[in-house]
């Protein structure tokens, strides 16, 4: 048993929390909040096909699931008889991959006779902020992103699948207040890295680059979308056209201005998420706003985002860049809040592939 456990005797549950929703494989093990381990596999394998492939995505699952929770559970010092309840990725994501988690976790708890916990997937990034590490002497649980929100706050939720501001009521209670009626941020970052030649995932390649350009040199068309909504299709649109005609009059025009072009869409992409919060926060009036998702990694969002709260005073909170894409351990805390509410799930649970979920379930 961890040292910390045994110092401790208000131990309440060891969560051990399974994430396998698209490409990466993962397993956490959290004492209530605590974090003790978070294991994860990344697949290599769809670099080469420009986005992730189901097929291999669930194949690759396979093989990585059984090292990755072993890993985790010994990494945390705990074994299968240990942990109180296991929380898996229900969905939304790839049926293929979903099924391997949600496979898993049934047989576990089938074995070791303990209850299944869903989680969706989504309310695991927002839920993020909730895990706690231990302070440096060993002592005290801190918060892993250095404070946690109160309730209520205001979520930006930006991932490859999803975009939508929330109002975070309490861990298990969320009203969507606005979403993309077309594309997801992220999947806007990945087509136009596609178009600039980049590998997929391409979100962090056009972060490097635009970090070296100037995001005066080219501007795109932001799109007019009602209350808190949000559309991308017109902007990678826009940004295609605009390469099409400047490629057709000097075909070396991407790569004389590849720092420029990421930079020009980030902020493209940035201004529009960040108006959208501005509005939002002045509709609710609650200022404290927290970012959750692949794409609260980018530099020039939370970058942005600290600038807007410092000039507006609001409280921000923005996720350390190992929770900010897709991990086991908000699948963990989630489960714990879940396993506090007895909200357990029959053996009979399958997965859900679109986001029919609400976040916040
Ligand atoms: O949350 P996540 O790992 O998976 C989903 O639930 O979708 O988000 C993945 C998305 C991808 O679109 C990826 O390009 C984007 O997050 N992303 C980034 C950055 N890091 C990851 N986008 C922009 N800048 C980044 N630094
Ligand atoms: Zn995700």
New binding site residues.
Partial sequence: MPTFAAANNSIMAYILGIES??D?TSAAVLLDTLLLSNVMASQEVHKNYGGVVPELASRAHQQNIVPVVSQALNIAGVSMSDIHAIAFTRGPGLLGSLLVGTSFAKGLSLAADIPLIEVN?LTG?VLSHFIDVLSEDGKTLVPASGSKPEFPFLCLLV????TQILKVKSPLSFEILGQTIDDAV??A??KGAKLLGLEY????H??RLARQGDSGQFTFAKPRIKDLDFSFSGVKTSFLYFLRDRMAENERFIEENKTNLAAGLQKTLVDILVEKVIRAVKLTGINRVALA???S???GLRDRMILESKKRRWQVFIPPLRF???NAAMIAITGYYKFLDGKTAGLDIAPVTRSSLMPGE
């Fill in positions: 929703s698209c990466d997937h990034h991932s490859g699948g999803h992220g999947e970052f990945d995932p391409g979100g962090p056009i972060d998702g692949g794409v990694a980018n530099s900010t894409t897709d």
